[in-house]
């Protein structure tokens, strides 16, 4: 019997399966973003800049990601 080692979470509105372990800064680059440039909202609260890289994904997880765009 084999393990199912991923999770649903909803990104932007749209349902996707992620690895189990994986952080929210290790998600947002998997999605092709730069930590750095982004800000990411998690069920509805903000998750500071800082703390992306120490903050697990979770089953069920609701995203908002948006990435900051230069221009002028």
């Known amino acids: ?7 649903w979470v909803r990104v ?3 349902e996707r399966r992620v690895s189990e372990g994986l952080t929210i800064a290790d998600l947002v680059r998997e999605l ?3 930590p750095a440039r982004v800000a990411v909202e998690r069920n509805l609260e ?6 992306l ?3 697990p994904v979770a089953d069920g997880d609701a995203f908002e990601i ?3 765009v230069g221009g002028g």
Do not use: H, I
């Open 1 to 7: 019997m084999t393990v199912d080692q991923t999770l």
């Open 12 to 14: 932007n509105g749209e």
């Open 32 to 34: 092709g973003f730069d």
């Open 46 to 51: 903000v998750v500071p800049r800082s703390t």
């Open 53 to 55: 890289a120490q903050a």
């Open 66 to 68: 948006v990435r900051f």
